[in-house]
Structure formats: structure tokens, C-alpha cells
């Protein structure tokens, strides 16, 4: 079963501009959760769709959107870009919700790293 | 707030010794999962083993396991017969929520792991 994969898996972008970023999970998986890793900040939850649904939604501001297709594929977008949103962008897909109980085990992509200049 | 802490920022081992990584959690979850991920240079997050709350034997995957004490929260990961591939940074993961997010999965900072030839 192939993994989760996001694209681009590199990105350098100037401050003010906007980025998609792309998530294709394992497929069966309906799930799929953003995180930013930054060396100062560690890995930080954004948000979690499930069934094309935001269900969580971690602390960032509204510049931090995302979306989810009826085939589970999920796109997250950065608006106005700052510097501060230089970081790896993870994504991670589970079967189940996160907002189902028992937290489901997640499983990675390898990133997409955005330089913002 | 929900937490996890790893104490340990960096740890080395011998090649083919037994190192333990040390973690704590705080969760107000009643049945959840709590994982060890690895993350090597290549930036791929990799799950490691997986734990049950619920269950009281520990969980052991090959050369990893885990030292699971519930009522201490603490879930702290061996790696026996340390191989040079397993150098890498570790996070610790358990379930939190809070009421702007609602459940979502909190890492660690990270445990930097060397292993020296």
C-alpha cells in the first residue's frame, strides 16, 4: 500500500504571497491531519479534516485554511505569507478521526518545506 | 493544558548497547494510544511503536519497547542492540484536547539520538 505523499516537496515563496500545499493520504485512510514543524516551536497541530469536514483546529491564525476532497486528498493554504511561516509542513492520515475518542495512529508524509524569504 | 515532556534533549549510545528514552505525558483522555515516533535526517516522520492504554503488558516491536506506567504517566521507550540507523530525533505523542481544538495528537520536543560506531 503506497504512503501518505505531499507536493511540492519544496517550496521558497516572498513575503505576502500564498501557497497550496497538497496531501494525498494512504488510501482507506479519511483522515488527514496538517502540522507545522518549526525548530523553535516543535511539531504544531493546524487542523484535522475528515470526510471533506474540518474537525479540529489547532492555534494559528485565519491565514491557515485547508480543504478536503470526496477522495480523501487534502489541501492546506497559506495566505499573506510572513516570514514566521518558514517551517516543514507535515501531513498525516489515519482511518479514523481524532475527535472519535481514541486517538487513531497516524501515518506521515515526508513534508514540504517552505522557505519564505 | 495537555502536555508531553521528554527530559532527555540529546542522548548517544554504542552501537549494539541498550539506550532508554524518557517521556511523560498528561492527558484527561480515559482510552487513548501513546506513540514513538522517529525522525531521521530525511525529515520522514516514521512510527516506531504504538502503545494501549488500556493494556497492561508493553508493548514490543523487534529490538524497540516500552516501559508503560500508566499511573505515573510515563511511557519511556528501549532500543536494544542499537544499530547506526537508528540515529535519529524521537518524539514522544499522546492524545490531548482542549476546548478551541478538541482532540488532537501533542508531541514531545524531541529526543536527539546518536549512535556512536
Known amino acids: 500500500k503506497a504512503g501518505v505523499t505531499q507536493t511540492p516537496r519544496y517550496l521558497i515563496k516572498t513575503r505576502g504571497q500564498q501557497v497550496t500545499l497538497s496531501c494525498s493520504p494512504i488510501?482507506?485512510?479519511?483522515?488527514v491531519s496538517w502540522y507545522q514543524q518549526t525548530p523553535g516551536q516543535g511539531l504544531q497541530f493546524l487542523f484535522e479534516?475528515?470526510?471533506?469536514?474540518?474537525?479540529n483546529k489547532g492555534n494559528f491564525p485565519g491565514r491557515f485554511s485547508g480543504r478536503q476532497f470526496s477522495n480523501s486528498r487534502s489541501e492546506m493554504n497559506v495566505s499573506t505569507l510572513e516570514l514566521g511561516d518558514s517551517a516543514l509542513y507535515l501531513c498525516a492520515s489515519s482511518l479514523k478521526s481524532l475527535a472519535g475518542g481514541r486517538t487513531d495512529t497516524q501515518y506521515f508524509g515526508p513534508g514540504t518545506r517552505l522557505t519564505v524569504l | 493544558a495537555q502536555t508531553v515532556t521528554q527530559s532527555q534533549p540529546e542522548m548517544s549510545v554504542q552501537e549494539a548497547e541498550t539506550v532508554t528514552l524518557s517521556c511523560t505525558y498528561d492527558?484527561?483522555?480515559?482510552?487513548?494510544?501513546l506513540f514513538w515516533y522517529k525522525q531521521p535526517p530525511s525529515r520522514q516522520m516514521i512510527l516506531v511503536i504504538r502503545q494501549e492504554a488500556y493494556k497492561q503488558q508493553n508493548a514490543t516491536e523487534n529490538r524497540f519497547s516500552v516501559n508503560f506506567q500508566k499511573a505515573a504517566k510515563s511511557f519511556s521507550l528501549k532500543i536494544s542492540d542499537s544499530q547506526l540507523g537508528d540515529a535519529a530525533m524521537y518524539f514522544c505523542?499522546?492524545?490531548?484536547?482542549?476546548?478551541?481544538?478538541?482532540?488532537?495528537?501533542?508531541f514531545g520536543e524531541g529526543t536527539q539520538l546518536t549512535v556512536n560506531p
Open positions: 505523542a499522546s492524545p490531548g484536547r482542549t476546548e478551541t481544538s478538541g482532540s488532537r495528537l501533542t
Open positions: 492527558t484527561s483522555e480515559s482510552d487513548y494510544y
Open positions: 488510501s482507506g485512510h479519511r483522515s
Open positions: 479534516y475528515f470526510s471533506e469536514t474540518q474537525r
